[in-house]
């Protein structure tokens, strides 16, 4: 591990999780990156509180990490920068459902850098989970039965059931090579070789199964924080238990394309005999392999 001179770095999580004292993100260069993405890699999500930090130095600080992308499908209700993602508890923006960011998307978010503008006295805590250490305490049968399948994401959340694509449910990390399970509630919206009866049993195990608490960190904001996350590998929800405004400064770094864990070793589900669809999830999965075939 690389050091920087007077940087104090603290778990607050058995799973994941360190805050991070004595720093400067307004003004950091080559040596800095290069400690934060280590950290990043054992720790998963890190904290920098008491930051002073403008759009444009937020825009620079997470330009050290890859290509930023504004959100493909939500406006900012305040803050006029192509660049900054902006969510704010008074126009309905709390993430307050477990997910991994833009899963619907071809190549998701690598990580996210946010910036806690605005926050209540108490509550509005986030909370993120280890997907690694969800996997690791998975079953060997269970395991198996993960790497053998593909699940569809879509953004019905932002209205746009259009938008979708399959990942594998276990991904590979490109730079550690751990394996993470890769389905949330928000986003995933079924097993794809699976009926959907047998879909929403399992998937709906699996999106509970990383929540469970031993694999989390709950963190209490303070105004002009910084926390940096890793989308590969965690997800995370706003406690939406609070009153009075909340506003958050996002930049998100793309370009990440999943790595399943193994070939899988099935065909996606077709309805047998009677053709009718059984549900919505089955008309949009015909739908989504329609749109492939069609552009092949």
Known sequence: MSQVKNWEVNRIAASLGAEIHNTDLACIGGDEVQVIKELLLEHKVLFFPGQTISLDQHVELGSHFGEIESHPNLQNPYTDHDKVFE??????????????????????????V??????????????????????DELSEPMKDLCESVNALHDALPHNRTDKMMVHPVVRIHPETGEKALYVNEHFTRRIVEMNANESEVFLGYLTRWVQSPRFTVRYSWTPRTIGIWDNRCTQHMVLNDFEGERIIHRVTI??????????????????????SDTSRQDRQLKAYYRSLSQAN
Not at 87 to 112: K, Q, R, Y
Not at 118 to 123: A, L, S
Not at 254 to 275: I, L, V
């Open 254 to 275: 793309m370009g990440d394309q999943p790595r399943r864990a193994s070939d899988s070793k099935y065909e996606p589900w077709t309805r047998r005999g009677n053709k």
């Open 114 to 135: 946010l910036h806690m503008v605005t926050c209540p006295e108490v509550g509005g805590d986030t909370m993120w989970t280890n997907l690694c250490q969800a996997y």
């Open 87 to 112: 969510l704010a508890a008074s126009t309905g923006g709390i993430a307050d459902e477990w997910h991994t960011d833009l899963t619907f998307m071809e190549e998701p978010s690598v990580m996210s």
